[in-house]
C-alpha cells in the first residue's frame, strides 16, 4: 500500500486538535462549577496528570511521536523512488533533525529575555532521535526489535542503577514539596521527580549554555534524557508503518494493531503495579514506552478502520485538513493565541463570550479562536500550503 493513507492524517489532526483544543480552558470552567462531574472530567484530560498515569491529553507527545514513526517507511519509499541517494536522504535526514530541535528551541524561548537552551520539546525531543530512526528505517525487522529492547531495558537499567538521593536531599530546593503524594519508595523511587538519572544529567548538559539563571529542575519534572525512550516510541510507529505497507491484508493489519494495542497498555499498567517501573510520560519510562505505545496502536487501528476501510473520508474532512498540516498547527497554536484574544476583545468586546455567564467566557472564547485556528488552516489546505521539514 503506496498511497497516502487518510487515516494518518485524521489520527495526527486529531492529535494536534487536542493541542490546540487547550485554548477552551475546560478547567477554568470547572473552577467556575466545581459541582459539575462533566466539567470535572474534561478538565482532568486536558490536563497532564501530575506524574503516574494517563489522561488523554498525555497521549498527544507520543502518539505525535508514535506518527513520525508511521510515516517513515512512505517517506523512504517516495524518496528511493525520486532516485534520491543515500547520502542525498542522509542530508535530509539531518536537517530535518536539526530543524527540529531547533524550532522547539525557538518555540520555548518565547517571551524570555534569551534564547532558552531546553530540550524536552516535543519537536525537539523528535529531532534529538530522528537521525536514528532513519538509520533502523532500512534495517532488518530483527535489528528494529533488537534496538527497541535495548533502548526500553537500557533506559530502566540506566535509572534503577543511578544512586537514590541522601538522607539530606532537599526535595523542596528542586521544585518537590517533601510531602508530595507521587513519591514512590522502593525500587520506583528512582523514578521520582527531580531527583532521579535524567534530571542528574539536565543539571550538568543544561547548564553548558548560555543561561538567564543556573539551571537546577524543570518544573514540570522534564527531561532531555526522554528523547531516548520517544525513540523507542517512534520505533513502534515504524513497525506500525512497515505493517501499513505490506502485503498483509486488512483484516490482518487490523489484528496485529489490537493485539499490539493490548499487550502494550497491559505490559506498561503492569509494570508499574508489581512495582518495577511507573507509568510516567514527564520522563517517558519503560513502562510508559509500552503503556502509550499500546494506546497508540489502538488509535490508529481506530482511524484505519474508520477512515480508510470504511471510507468515512467526509467526516475526517475537519480532522484531516489540521493533519496534513500539523507542523504549521503546531506553530500556529504557540505563537498567535494571545494576538487572536485580545483582537477578538478589542473588535468585539467581552459581551459575546458571556452570553451564556462568565463561567463560560473561557469556553466562548476559546471555541472562536479555535475556529480561527481551523479556517487559517484549511485556507493552508485548499491552496495546497503544506510546511514540511
Known sequence: MNSRLQSLDAYRGFV???????????????????????????????DHVAWTGCSLHDLIQPSFSFLVGVALPYSLASR?????????????????????????????????????????????????GYPFLFALGSARPRIQWFAFGLL???????????????????????????????????????????????????????????REKPFLFNGG??????????????????????????????SERLRRFLIAAVAGIALGWLAQVIGLCPVVKRIWTPAWVLFSGGCCFGLLALFYYLVDVRQYHRA????????????????????????????????????????????????????????IYWLILRWMYRKKLFIRI
Open 16 to 46: 494536534m486538535l487536542l493541542m490546540m483544543a487547550e485554548v477552551l480552558r475546560f478547567h477554568r470552567v470547572h473552577e467556575s462549577l466545581p459541582d459539575s462531574a462533566a466539567w470535572a472530567f474534561l478538565a482532568f484530560h486536558q
Open 80 to 128: 528511493q523512488q525520486l532516485g534520491q541517494t543515500p547520502t542525498q536522504q542522509w542530508g535530509h535526514a539531518l536537517r530535518r533533525s536539526l530543524i527540529l530541535i531547533l524550532l522547539g528551541v525557538f518555540l520555548r524561548s518565547i517571551d524570555r529575555p534569551q534564547t532558552y537552551f531546553t530540550f524536552e520539546d516535543t519537536l525537539s525531543q523528535i529531532g534529538l
Open 152 to 210: 526500553v531495558i537500557g533506559y530502566w537499567l540506566a535509572f534503577v542503577l543511578h544512586p537514590l538521593p541522601g538522607p539530606g536531599f532537599s526535595y523542596e530546593a528542586v521544585g518537590v514539596p517533601p510531602d508530595w503524594p507521587h513519591h514512590a519508595t522502593g525500587l520506583i523511587a528512582h523514578f521520582n521527580k527531580n531527583s532521579n538519572l535524567a534530571w542528574a544529567f539536565d543539571t550538568w548538559f543544561l547548564n553548558l549554555f548560555p
Open 221 to 250: 519534572g522534564y527531561a532531555t534524557l526522554s528523547f531516548v525512550p520517544t525513540l523507542a516510541t517512534m520505533i513502534l510507529g515504524l513497525f506500525a508503518g512497515q505493517w501499513l505497507r505490506s502485503n498483509l491484508t486488512v
Open 316 to 371: 475526517a474532512y475537519f480532522l484531516v485538513v489540521i493533519g496534513t498540516n500539523s507542523i504549521a498547527a503546531y506553530c500556529i497554536a504557540h505563537l498567535i493565541e494571545s494576538f487572536v484574544k485580545s483582537s477578538l476583545y478589542t473588535h468585539l468586546g467581552a459581551s459575546p463570550f458571556r452570553v451564556f455567564g462568565e463561567a463560560y467566557e473561557p469556553l466562548l472564547i476559546g471555541g472562536v479562536v479555535l475556529l
